[in-house]
């Protein structure tokens, strides 16, 4: 049996991958830019894909926010972007990532078999959280964000 994807919170908690689904966070934009507001819409749907996606998902997933970065353009593109929007384009990072996490040991519900987390991040391609991402997760309060679940 292969070793589980293990993360150790900064509370000492021990909380494991259980499913991640990841897709490119701007598939289907064929034309202009992302804005803020366009990256707003694109962070809700992702939220709202966890339904979808994770099978064992439980209240509202955990949102990691990403940092938006300017997109750089020339005079000319900015002055002929402007004329169409009045917001300066941004990016958010490239690859979008839904995860459950969960934990052997209850949240709050002591005679719970556990608890699970779903958890939303952005970053900067395909595959396991990046570092800078571990050190996000580690800081969540697992005990106030995650939901006890009885094993089934």
């Not at 962070?43 to 940092?67: D, N």
């Not at 900015?78 to 384009?89: F, G, I």
């Not at 839904?98 to 709050?108: C, K, Y």
């Amino acid at each position: 049996m292969s070793q589980r994807y293990q993360i150790t919170l900064n509370s000492g908690r021990d909380i494991y991958l259980d499913q991640l689904y990841q897709y490119r966070t701007y598939a289907g934009l064929s034309v202009g830019y992302p804005t803020p507001s366009h990256n707003e819409k694109v962070i809700q749907r992702a939220l709202e894909y966890t339904k979808e996606k994770l099978w064992c998902q439980w209240g509202k997933p955990f949102l990691l926010i990403p940092t938006q970065t300017p997109i750089d353009l020339s005079d000319a593109e900015r002055d002929r972007y402007l004329t169409y929007t009045s917001e300066m384009p941004s990016k958010l990072p490239e690859v979008v990532c839904l995860a459950n996490f969960e934990s052997f040991e209850p949240a709050r519900d002591k005679a719970a078999m556990g608890s699970t987390l779903g958890i939303v991040w952005f970053q900067d391609g395909f595959g396991l959280p990046s570092d800078e991402i571990v050190e996000q997760i580690k800081s969540i309060d697992w005990d106030s964000s995650a939901f006890d679940h009885d094993g089934d």
